[in-house]
């Protein structure tokens, strides 16, 4: 970070946003705002309830918890700055603060990837080898997948915005989106940038394709062998306990490819940023409401939980 400012005479760029019109910004501003706080909120009360409830100590929701903690530092790396640009009208950020945002969107997101795929290795576990389960899947191996996700997450994207931050920025400093997006930055550099675009698409490649590969395999494993189950309770059950996964998947991976694997069009410049608004603001709302709306051990601990302060409010 500090290599790349000794060949920038850029100090800041000025983020363009999602629109200029003053009274969209504020109706922009009040619905992220109510986002934002939703989001913050529902994540932050699935960690309270699977770690104050004991039947909720298992694999999946440990992995859901570790999502959940995610999640709340992923909208938190640029949904506020968002805020304040729409708030104030002012688009301006340092250099510094834009790295740090840039650094922390891409591993946070990384880190989502790896962590997606391992919750779908625990779904494949628990559906096609129910026996081996509670053995395989123990805690040792919960926080080893866990840990891995994150240092994996953190370590090959914390290369792709390395080789990004030490190219020189010498202007334009006008960034057409509502955060330091590393791709649009990146065509900021003021020198040849073909060989280091080949390096974060074939390291952008095995931070997505792989762990959507893995992803691919298992749901196709668990589908074979829910269509082989002869109980249709058994079925309804595993489909069930998939779905909600499933769901996040294809809502995260879907938009993720499009904007980082595949190439830009001229003609729809503000493409890119509004793709953004689903991954950067929406998914993470969605992720606590999926994992919870048709989730009866959820439901169960937060009755659990009510009745619990009801009894201390009652003596």
Known sequence: MMGAKNFSSVTEFILVGLTNHRKTQILLFLVILLIYALTVIGNFVIITLVR????????????LSNLSVLEILYVTSSTPQMLVHLFTGNGAISFTRCAFQMYMVICLGSVECFLLGAMAYDRYLAICHPLLYVIVMGRRRQVKLASGSWASGFLLASINVGITLHLPYCGPNRINHFFCDMPI????????????????????SLIIVIPFFVILASYLLILST???????TGRHKAFSTCASHLVVVILFYGILIFVYL??????????????????????????????????????????????????????
């Not at 104050?52 to 992995?63: A, K, V």
């Not at 829910?226 to 249709?232: F, G, I, T």
Request: charged letters at 25%; a positive charge; one cysteine or more.
């Open 52 to 63: 104050g409830d004991s039947s909720l100590h298992t694999p999946m929701y440990f992995f």
């Open 226 to 232: 829910v269509v082989r189950m002869r109980s249709s």
């Open 262 to 315: 595949t190439p830009g069009s001229d003609t729809a410049p503000d493409r890119d940023k509004e793709l953004a608004v689903l991954y950067i603001v929406i998914t993470p709302l969605l992720n606590p409401i999926i994992y919870t709306l048709r989730n009866k051990d959820i439901h169960g601990a937060v009755s659990r939980m009510l009745g619990r302060r009801c009894s201390t409010q009652k003596r």
């Open 185 to 204: 930055v990146l065509k900021l550099a003021c020198t040849d940038i073909h060989v280091t675009e080949r390096i974060i698409i074939i390291l952008a």
